[in-house]
């Protein structure tokens, strides 16, 4: 079975001592997950990992797997030959027609790295001999070797390995390196951003949702299955947690101060999210919470939800202005779905002028008051799960994990 090489650069897990076999582990099975139905093998060489794939596997499959795994800083589709002068002339002469090297405008450079000392050329020999070989394909090529329009790549290792294109990873550390969360997942921008920032330094997330149906429509729903599915591949695949809160968020319009009903809202939150996490052998809750972006963002209203659940809040955004997450939000393609206009039900059942700055032991107390445990626990026991893969496509086998969670 012929197949198509891809050379793999990782950043941060090679500072990681002792612990970088278990890192790289991790890296090797995430990359193995996203593409198990076309039977990858991945490889290992000091510092790098070798993909090897089938060649009949559409090369933009490949390219949206490795894009989104992290712990990797870049990929190339790379070719392998023995460590032979001759034959590698012969490749650069074969591969270069069909690269940006046939445009045959702009600059050019050769970057040779030789971790083989024994090799009889110096890295600065080979690429001199290549760039010979360049320029007599392509005349018009000038020679940069600080800002290049064109590089052409070689690694001399136990092989040698050619390329002319270096795509760049999202680096941070493999998924499910770095313990287990909760994500809420709202409609919004700041959410899936969230994800993204905590799934980067190695956390391994599924999402919840609370869902008013119907002063929240399917739409609604559908639009924040469309983010699990967009953020599904940077996360190694995902579980949404739909959870029904109608009654319960009833019960807090009717029964809680009019000012606080955002935050007894955002407390229940917590303590069905607790619920779930424990369930899920989660340790922490992860938020899309900016310090001060709203009524309930504030010190105070943070430090009262916090107070709800003994689980670890995360909150990546604290100290991002809104520019930055939507910079990010564009960035990995989760902009356009958020801001499409079907609002979820904190936006829909927020007061007019909502409490910023609540005194926290009178909140806890208030919110004691409301007698919240039977709807939480209502809630959660109907609640359904939509699984979506490490490619961000919806499978159906998550559903037989519907009213397994049990409130305590």
């Not at 997950?33 to 790098?48: A, F, I, S, T």
């Not at 989660?282 to 504030?298: F, H, P, R």
């Not at 958020?338 to 409490?355: A, M, N, Q, T």
């Amino acid at each position: 079975m012929a197949e198509k090489l891809y050379l793999i650069k990782v950043g941060e897990i090679s500072l990681k001592g002792g612990n970088r076999p278990l890192f790289e582990k991790r890296l090797r099975g995430n990359i193995k997950d996203k593409l198990h139905q076309y039977h990858p093998r991945v490889e290992k060489q000091k510092g790098r990992l070798y993909l090897k794939i089938d060649e009949t596997v559409d090369e933009s499959i490949v390219e949206k797997a490795l894009s989104t795994t992290f712990g990797i800083t870049g990929f190339a589709r790379a070719y392998e030959i023995e460590k032979d002068m001759d034959v590698l002339d012969s490749l650069v002469r074969e591969i270069l027609p069909f690269s940006s090297f046939a445009s045959g405008k702009g600059s050019f450079k050769v970057e040779t790295r030789r971790e083989d000392k024994s090799f009889s050329l110096s890295s600065y020999d080979i690429s001199c001999h290549l760039a010979d070989i360049i320029h007599a394909m392509y005349p018009g090529l000038t020679v940069d070797l600080k800002n290049a329009d064109h590089i052409l790549y070689v690694e001399v290792r136990k092989k040698i390995f050619v390329y002319t294109s270096d795509q760049k990873g999202p680096g941070g550390l493999p998924v499910q390196s770095a313990g287990r969360g909760m994500l809420l997942l709202s409609g919004g921008i700041d959410s899936p951003v969230a994800a993204f920032h905590m799934a980067k330094r190695g956390m391994k997330l599924d999402c919840i949702y609370f869902h008013a149906y119907p002063y929240t429509s399917e739409l609604a729903l559908e639009k924040v299955k469309k983010l699990a599915s967009l953020i599904a591949p940077y996360l190694g695949g995902t579980r949404l947690y739909v959870v029904p809160f109608t009654d319960g968020q009833l019960k807090i319009r009717k029964e809680a101060f009019e000012d606080e009903t955002t935050l007894m809202f955002r407390a229940a939150m917590m303590r069905t999210a607790e619920a779930i996490a424990k369930e899920r052998n989660a340790n922490a809750i992860v938020t899309g919470e900016a310090l001060s972006q709203v009524a309930s963002q504030t010190l105070e209203a943070m430090s009262f939800t916090d107070s709800m659940t003994d689980l670890l809040v995360l909150r990546p955004l604290v100290g991002m202005d809104k520019e930055e997450i939507i910079e990010t939000a564009k960035r990995i393609g989760t902009y356009e779905t958020s801001i499409l206009p079907y609002e979820d039900c904190c936006v829909i059942f927020s007061p007019k002028h909502p409490i910023t700055h609540p005194v926290r032991q009178v909140a806890k107390r208030h919110y004691e008051n409301l007698n919240m445990e039977q709807e939480i626990e209502k809630a959660v026991g109907n609640i359904s799960v939509h699984y979506f893969n490490p490619m961000g496509e919806e499978e159906e086998k998550a559903a037989v994990e519907n009213g397994g969670i049990h409130f305590e």
